[in-house]
């Protein structure tokens, strides 16, 4: 077996071929993993109930299901998984980074969970987020926040937070996220590795607790492109649970990318004139010049496009994703589960009112008063239906974009690289704009993925993002390995 620090370089992708060879077993890998995240977890916050037990027997029984198939046989063979704590793991706990689910035990498991028991992998731990998925920087959590890896002082964007913080540190060589409006990529972007929002309706969200309905979406953060591609194969499909999810055109996206010859040869990459704008940061501005130069360099022809309704995506998200919010946050009452404030003789409401208060946390109760609000009559014309119809521009302002001939489209992540804890938290709106480059992605219910593409001076990551239409996941892998393969990013681990 290699050494922990050895382990630091495993993909998924080499964790399958030494466990499908037997070289090792999943046991093996779970402990050099483990070894790993009681050196380094405690210091960037970012697992939540750590419980090496229960990982190694989550392994142990990883290497049963592999011995019972067949050497060879389950396309994720001894892949180590971390959970952001918003997706149910049956026995362990999913908190959802909230103290109103803070001994909320999980009574079965998300569909992305049984899959990817199925295919050989097992679930190694959970990872912090912030509360309910609603943040941009991972402070928002009630178990606090998660440092980044490169630089402890700097957050590690949110909310995936902890998985972002946890896959960089190589706690892991995957993690999954949840995404509604950039949650996946923008922490992708500040820790430097590789983040995919699926297309809606790829992945089902059965299991996963739900923020925006219409808007979330599962999918893997890897250290690689084709790491993410493996992951891919294996959560995608329809679900008799979740209507919503349904069968993929396409498959077979890890094949793809070994098949692929022409990597950005023969593709047009638009670049929309709006994210390039003077609100962009200088660093990040230019880490996405150069990266422009390596699509070209490559062989990509790219040309300039519009998306003219995308000003108003940071608001019309803000409508929408606080409307669905509040409805689905009804569930929290202190009476079914969770949390149940401990003062006695209330009457219902009370109930209701006590144990929602000290439960929630600040930026949670905001938004459900944000979203009841605009869904209250009166109101309901004037902002949620005004909301979605801004909703369909957009998606019409992609398709427009796609149809004039391009079959990616290349814009920032996020428009500042990461920033320092504390920094935004007293501006909500400067926060709130973290995700101005992700979240038209959410509203148009199309793919895309963040990947590293550069430096700032001091050191920390910037990352690019690259869209495709609607269930075009194939060609949106093989744009991002025709960039990652002719750079070196990827490469990159933070000095723990
Ligand atoms: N940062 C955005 C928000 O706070 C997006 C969150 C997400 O994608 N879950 O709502």
Known sequence: MTTANESAQFTIKSIV?????????????????????????????????????AALSEAKAADQRIKAAGPGNLP????????????CVKGSKTTCGSRILENYVATYDATVIQRLRDAGAFVIGKVNMDEFAMGSSNENSAF????????????????????????????????????????????????????????????????????????????????????????????????????????????????????????????TIGIPE????????????????????????????????????ISYSVAAYYVIATAEASANLA????????????EKNLSLKDVYRKSRSEGFGRE?????????????????????????????????????????????????TSPTPPFKLGEKLSDPLAMYLSDICTIGVNLADLPGISIPCGRTKSGLPVGMQLIAPKFNEKKLLIGANAYERATEWHKASPSL
């Open 76 to 87: 994720l063979a001894g892949v180590p998984v971390l959970v952001k704590d918003n997706i």
């Open 144 to 267: 606090g926040p998660v440092r980044n890896p490169w630089n402890e002082d700097y957050v590690p964007g949110g909310s995936s937070g902890g998985s972002a913080a946890a896959v960089a540190a190589r706690l892991a060589p995957v993690a999954l996220g949840s995404d509604t409006g950039g949650s996946i990529r923008q922490p992708a972007s500040f820790c430097g590795i590789v983040g995919l929002k699926p297309t809606y309706g790829t992945v089902s969200r059965y299991g996963l607790v739900a923020f925006g309905s219409s808007l979330d979406q599962i999918g893997p953060m890897t250290t690689t492109v084709e790491d993410a591609a493996l992951m891919l194969d294996v959560l995608a499909g329809a679900d008799s649970h979740d209507s919503t999810a349904v069968k993929h055109p396409d498959g077979g996206f890890a094949k793809a990318l070994l098949a692929d010859k022409h990597g950005f040869r023969g593709m």
């Open 364 to 412: 949670v109760k905001q938004r459900i008063m944000l979203g009841t609000f605009v869904l209250s009559s009166g109101y309901y014309d004037a902002f949620y239906s005004k909301a979605n119809k801004v909703r369909e521009l957009i998606s019409r302002d992609f398709a427009a974009a796609f149809g004039s001939g391009c079959d990616l489209l290349l814009t920032p």
């Open 274 to 309: 709006e994210f390039f704008d003077s609100g962009l940061d200088p660093e990040v501005a230019a880490c996405l010049e150069q990266a422009i130069t390596v699509a070209q360099n490559a062989g990509a022809k790219t040309k300039r496009v519009r998306l003219p309704n």
């Open 17 to 53: 071929d030494g466990v499908r060879s037997s070289k090792f077993s999943a046991t093996e890998v779970a402990a050099v993993y483990l070894d790993r995240t009681r050196k380094f977890a405690s210091r960037l916050n970012c697992n939540l109930h750590l419980d090496d037990k």
């Open 331 to 342: 569930r929290f009452d202190g009476i079914r589960y969770g949390y149940r404030s401990a």
